[in-house]
Nanobody, 126 residues
Framework: QVQLVESGGGLVQAGGSLRLSCAAS????????MGWFRQAPGKEREFVAG????????YYADSVKGRFTISRDNAKNTLYLQMNSLYAEDTAVYYC???????????????????WGRGTQVTVSS
């Protein structure tokens, strides 16, 4: 049984920072690319950032490039998202997810991921 549990969300002022974590269990964490997605009220879930199984390759949505950093610690089975210079538009529920296939590059589409966490709320006040 694969489980992903996000933490680290909260309320922050515009320009502030947060660090999200995603603790994984039930699968060989280090074999799978991972991703962060977000969903704002009334909007579709969107890709934020992805990282390869080894951590050597990362991908970002244009809207967060230069502000967010995705990383992973395979020894701790944990995925991270460092978010700096937050805008009100970054307000959303943030989800971590793991891709369906081992040893592949990060995926950008929701349907390429098979396991999801329950999400953590990030609220940025302007």
């Amino acid at each position: 049984q694969v489980q992903l549990v996000e933490s680290g969300g909260g309320l922050v002022q515009a320009g502030g920072s947060l660090r999200l974590s995603c603790a994984a269990s039930g699968r060989t964490f280090g074999n799978y690319a991972m991703g962060w997605f977000r969903q704002a009220p009334g909007k579709e879930r969107e890709f934020v950032a992805g990282i390869s199984w080894s951590g050597a390759n990362t991908y970002y949505a244009d809207s967060v490039k230069g502000r967010f950093t995705i990383s992973r610690d395979n020894a701790k089975n944990t995925l991270y998202l460092q978010m700096n210079s937050l805008y009100a538009e970054d307000t959303a529920v943030y989800y971590c997810a793991t891709v369906r296939t081992a040893f592949r590059v990060p995926a950008l589409r929701v349907d390429e991921y098979d396991y999801w966490g329950r999400g953590t709320q990030v609220t940025v006040s302007s």
